[in-house]
Structures are given as structure tokens and as C-alpha cells.
């Protein structure tokens, strides 16, 4: 964890003009007519798009949206485009799939420092194992901020402490709340 690499470590000749994938967690709440109730998420990953952007990246964006089983509309990650591209202050462009020819004509297309979103991965696959097939691969700004955290918690552990751990699949926690426990 202490020597993972940040995106803020890449360099302008590493990104500028260069497609770049970003996993975000977009896993956010809507209401009944699709409209953001909470955009805590897509915030967090703002400052890691910004700087990509800046550094003239190709932005292409995946995320998952709750938990449908196929491609479903009620799933789709079309609502959050208007809240993005307001916070990035570009047009954020959406693909109406995450996989194939149409989705590669968008990312050919897409111009150095502009964004693409593409439709909910969920449906198609998980991402966990990306980070083995793309190099470089390092973490966003906010990761890098929580992995940071974890780091201190073991480094610099001031008893009695708290950890709130969150998120819908406890197995996936297991690691974390060993760490935590032995520190």
C-alpha cells in the first residue's frame, strides 16, 4: 500500500493525448425519477478527472450503477452525465454501451482533455481485474487519500480507535477489518 503510485505521479508526457480508463464508484442514489440524491461520489472523483483533463488524457469513465441483472435502463448512468459535466465544466459524452464497436468509434474520437462516460459495467463484467492488464496503473486522488488513512491507522495507531467500514459486499471488507483488528 505505501508505494502505490498516484495518478498525481504521472506525468504530462505519460497522459497527454493518451486514452486513459478511470474505474469510478458512481454507485449513487436516485429517486424515483432518476434525479441525484446524494453526489458525494461523483465529487470525489472529480479532482482525479480535473487533473486528467488538465494534462490533455482522453477521459474514459467506468462505473457500475446498483445491481441489475442484464442491461437494464433503470441502471443506466445517463442521469449523472448533466451533474458531471457541470462539475467538470466540459460536455461529458455518453456511450450507450461499455463494450463494443460503437464505444470504440467514441473513444476514437474523444479529444485530448475530453470525457466519455461509458454505460454501466455492472451489466457486462466486473472490473476488479483490470488493474493486471493496463500499465501503468495507478490510483486516483481519492483512493490514494484512503489508502493513505489505512497506512496511518497501522504506522501510527492511537488506541482506542473507530473504523467505520461501509459497502454492500462484506467479503470484500475482510482484508481491511483484519488490518484494522491487528493494528
Known sequence: ???????GDL????LNGRKVLVRVDFDIPLD???NITDDTKIRAAVPTVKFLMVHGARVIICSHLGR???VSSEYGLQP???????????????????VGKEVEEMVA????????????????????????FLRPSVVGFQMHKEL????????IPKKPFAAIVGGNDLSTKYGVIEFLVSC
Open 80 to 98: 449523472l452525465v448533466p451533474r458531471l459535466s457541470q462539475l467538470l465544466g466540459v460536455e461529458v459524452k455518453m456511450a450507450n454501451d461499455c
Open 148 to 155: 493513505n488513512h489505512l497506512v496511518q491507522a497501522e504506522t
Open 11 to 14: 506525468k504530462e508526457c505519460e
Open 68 to 70: 441489475p441483472e442484464g
Open 32 to 34: 424515483d425519477s432518476l
Open 1 to 7: 500500500m505505501r508505494n502505490k503510485r498516484s495518478v
Open 109 to 132: 474520437q474523444l479529444s485530448n482533455g475530453g470525457v466519455l462516460l461509458l454505460e454501466n459495467v455492472r451489466a457486462h463484467a466486473s472490473t476488479e481485474g483490470l488493474t493486471k
